[in-house]
């Protein structure tokens, strides 16, 4: 199974919901990544967590929350969110170092469209 | 991990012909990767190339690294309607955090 899995596929929310994306892979691979892309420009960081441990923030607002609870599922949970959040949000996993080869090539999966309203 | 800058920015060509993209990167690089992206869809890694590489072909797919200029270029022969897409580079120096550059949006023409 070379897959990521994103679900939901579309989500559309008022500021006042709360709701989470959930990203899955079963590839054996211990790094995760969420990345928020707006139309037209390159995937952002925003989290990555190594062996189910937050790695990097990139100073992402507290209305987003990442979660790993193990090593195949990452969720980022979404409360109070502003419409200029709105964009595709993207997972990917990466395979484990090899020794003496860092690769990280990154596994993606297809996405979630989030509109803010 | 550090962004590396696409050019150019947007390339449209006819099916058949070869497509060019370079990416530049400002420091010292384990590896540089290449990534597609379908219009609103995840990316999908193309191809690595290890800093002592120079070249590597993956099918219609050519890369090249000059680590003396901090270059790299990926080659698209014989484009189809189908390679139309945006191509990411990113540089990498062993770390998880990759930043990727503004990308090259490519277009065949049919």
């Known amino acids: 199974d070379t897959e990521v899995t994103q679900t939901p596929k579309h989500l559309v929310m008022g500021m006042t919901n709360k709701k989470s994306l959930k990203c899955e892979q079963h590839m054996g691979h211990r790094a995760m990544y969420w990345y928020k892309q707006k139309a037209k420009k390159p995937p952002e960081l925003m989290f990555v967590y190594s062996y189910e441990k937050l790695s990097i923030n990139e100073s992402v607002p507290s209305r987003f929350s990442p979660e790993c609870p193990n090593s195949s599922l990452l969720n980022l949970h979404l409360h109070a969110l502003q419409p200029e959040d709105s964009a595709l949000y993207l997972c990917?996993?990466?395979?484990?170092?090899?020794?003496?080869?860092?690769?990280?090539?990154?596994?993606f999966g297809p996405g979630t469209r989030l509109t803010v309203l | 991990s550090q962004q590396g800058e696409e050019d150019p920015q947007a390339l449209s060509i006819q099916e058949g012909e070869n497509a060019t993209m370079n990416c530049s990167y400002k420091t010292s690089i384990n590896n540089l990767q290449w990534y597609r992206q379908n219009s609103g869809r995840g990316l999908v890694h193309l191809i690595l190339i290890r800093s002592n590489e120079r070249e590597k072909h993956s099918g219609r797919l050519r890369v090249t690294l000059d680590t003396s200029k901090k270059s790299s270029s990926l080659l698209i022969t014989a484009s189809r309607a189908a390679d139309t897409a945006s191509y990411f580079c990113a540089p990498n120096t062993g770390g998880f955090k990759t930043i990727f550059g503004a990308g090259t949006r490519l277009f065949v023409k049919a």
């Open positions: 990917a996993s990466s395979t484990p170092r090899l020794a003496g080869e860092l690769t990280d090539t990154q596994y």
